[in-house]
């Protein structure tokens, strides 16, 4: 089993940028394939980004390509969404979530393990 901790969330401007982080404890980090989902008010969670487990692969939802960046830090445990030139439409919670199967895939049903989520607001 492996416990995640999102961190790094809070208030920022519109065109600004932040930096989540995701901490995980527990069984072999490297063993996982990593993802963000966020969930907006009033809406359902969608899927953000996901990365491979050596971080050598990353995949994105269309509509985020090229503002968030993926990566992961096995060595530290912990993967990281960093976000730039922001929009109030990125207000929402975001989560990490691990999965044991490698395939990059956008679909929460399929992740394991959720983190408890950190909220981003603009």
């Known amino acids: 089993q492996v416990q995640l901790v999102e961190s790094g969330g809070g208030l920022v401007q519109a065109g600004g940028s932040l930096r989540l982080s995701c901490a995980a404890s527990?069984?072999?980090?490297?063993?996982?394939?990593m993802g963000w989902f966020r969930q907006a008010p009033g809406k359902e969670r969608e899927f953000v980004s996901a990365?491979?487990?050596?971080?050598?692969?990353?995949t994105y939802v269309n509509f985020l390509k090229g503002r968030f960046t993926i990566s992961r830090d096995n060595a530290k445990n912990t993967v990281y969404l960093q976000m730039d030139s922001l929009k109030p439409e990125d207000t929402a919670v975001y989560y990490c979530?691990?999965?044991?199967?490698?395939?990059?895939?956008?679909?929460?049903?399929?992740?394991?393990?959720w983190g408890q989520g950190t909220q981003v607001l603009l």
């Open positions: 527990g069984r072999t980090f490297s063993s996982y394939t």
């Open positions: 979530a691990a999965k044991l199967k490698p395939a990059l895939t956008g679909s929460g049903n399929e992740y394991d393990y």
């Open positions: 990365v491979s487990r050596s971080g050598g692969a990353t």
